[in-house]
């Protein structure tokens, strides 16, 4: 079946940096899009940035704009984000998910967009 794998998240202090990557696994993507979400305690899971695998059109979150970037390797079915300048805002579980959004940035945003999710990894950004 298809897995996605989430990788790369840790403990930071605010104005550093971390890369996340995604692998995907068991099956062709070059027709998807992927997204990445996080989800903060106490809060719903939302949408961070999204990434087509043909075009290679980015879509981000007005939270995360100018500061994280999303990118793809179509080759090796990953996908990574680039995190700039991390706030503590931005502590929260960030979960992988690949899936046929139209494109519409309003379709990209929606979870039920998206047929398949990684575990999840945890990103904290001290003060």
């Known amino acids: 079946q298809v897995q996605l794998v989430e990788s790369g998240g840790g403990l930071v202090q605010a104005g550093g940096s971390l890369r996340l990557s995604c692998a995907a696994s068991g099956r062709t993507f070059s027709t998807y899009a992927m997204g990445w979400f996080r989800q903060a305690p106490g809060k719903e899971r939302e949408f961070v940035a999204a990434?087509?695998?043909?075009?290679?059109?980015?879509y981000y979150a007005d939270s995360v704009k100018g500061r994280f970037t999303i990118s793809r390797d179509n080759a090796k079915n990953m996908v990574y984000l680039q995190m700039n300048s991390l706030k503590p805002e931005d502590t929260a579980v960030y979960y992988c998910?690949?899936?046929?959004?139209?494109?519409?940035?309003?379709?990209?945003?929606?979870?039920?967009?998206?047929?398949?999710w990684g575990q999840g990894t945890q990103v904290t950004v001290s003060a």
């Open positions: 998910a690949a899936g046929v959004p139209t494109d519409y940035r309003l379709s990209y945003l929606s979870r039920a967009k998206y047929d398949y």
């Open positions: 990434v087509r695998w043909s075009t290679g059109n980015t």
